[in-house]
């Protein structure tokens, strides 16, 4: 849970506070945290829990020892923070979900519904509750960033440059990995997942996934070839196209595509 300021973020500070030197006058400067303080680069990351038994008896006061999570519910990790133009915290912005026969989803929850937990063996180190459960979550609406309503995409609105042909999933096995199931994976286990081909080349890297207008996992979205970036070729494909394979051990997870990196360059470039 322990978070540690950005460098560029620290570099910000002395620049701004190097630049209040320098113009007196111009603005008012934070000369020195207090240990109640917190940097959005902490809250960015951590997992929030449900603790609806223990929620209304925790205060400011309260401690709780370091593996207190265990009882609670994680329900999601915080992926923004909300800010007002003053400068108040409004929200934060909650990654909850996951599970991909579910759907992950953003939820917004309003900062006055957190509760901050010092653990009782650090004072650095803190848990973030609230009292809800899963079948509310299920039921709050989803949060959208104004700015990209306009501009959302869902697996329906996938642009290329034409049709496709299909491709079936490779039946292969692997010794050291069983088939994975989607219910099984989060889309942090797939995003970022090397693609390979039948024969085992690495041809890319599975860069994003697509939804449908119901929240059900549809398509995933194919970096083929490339280096560092440059020179990579986007295509769509359906979840029906791919074979997931995972380590027992619910570790490393690897996903093929009966195709060449050759035959996937060659197909309609994906341009959501």
């Given amino acids: 849970m322990k978070r540690l300021l950005a460098p560029t973020a620290l570099g910000m500070m002395l620049a701004t506070s190097a630049l209040a030197d320098a113009h007196s006058g111009m603005m008012t400067t934070y000369q020195s945290g207090q240990p109640t303080d917190l940097y959005a680069s902490e809250l960015i990351g951590m997992r929030l829990y449900s603790a609806e038994a223990d929620y209304d008896a925790l205060t400011e006061e309260s401690t709780v020892q370091t593996d207190a999570e265990q009882n609670w519910d994680d329900i999601g990790e915080v992926n923004d923070v909300i800010l007002s133009r003053d400068g108040e915290v409004k929200a934060v912005i909650l990654g909850v979900g996951g599970f991909l026969g579910i759907g992950e989803k953003d939820v917004a929850v309003e900062m006055s519904s957190i509760k901050i937990v010092n653990e009782t063996d650090d004072a650095n180190d803190f848990f973030l509750v609230v009292k809800t459960n899963k079948e509310a979550l299920t039921d709050a609406p989803a949060y959208e960033r104004q700015r990209e309503i306009d501009t959302a995409d869902t697996a329906s609105d996938v642009a290329t440059d034409g049709p496709r042909p299909?491709?079936?999933?490779?039946a292969i096995e692997r010794d050291g990995y069983e088939e994975a199931k989607l219910d099984q994976l989060t889309a942090e286990d797939l995003t970022g997942a090397v693609l390979y081909g039948a024969s085992d080349e690495n041809i890319g890297e599975v860069d994003q996934?697509?939804?449908?207008?119901?929240?059900?996992?549809?398509?995933?979205?194919?970096?083929?070839?490339?280096?560092?970036g440059i020179g990579e070729h986007r295509i769509a494909v359906t979840m029906d196209e791919l074979k997931i394979l995972r380590a027992p051990d619910g570790g490393d997870v690897r996903v093929y595509i009966d195709a060449t990196k050759e035959n996937l360059e060659k197909q309609p470039a994906y341009d959501g």
């Avoid at 299909?166 to 490779?170: I, R, S, T, V």
Wanted: zero cysteines.
């Fill in 166 to 170: 299909m491709l079936e999933a490779p």
């Fill in 209 to 228: 996934l697509l939804l449908d207008d119901s929240g059900k996992l549809e398509q995933a979205v194919l970096d083929i070839g490339g280096f560092l």
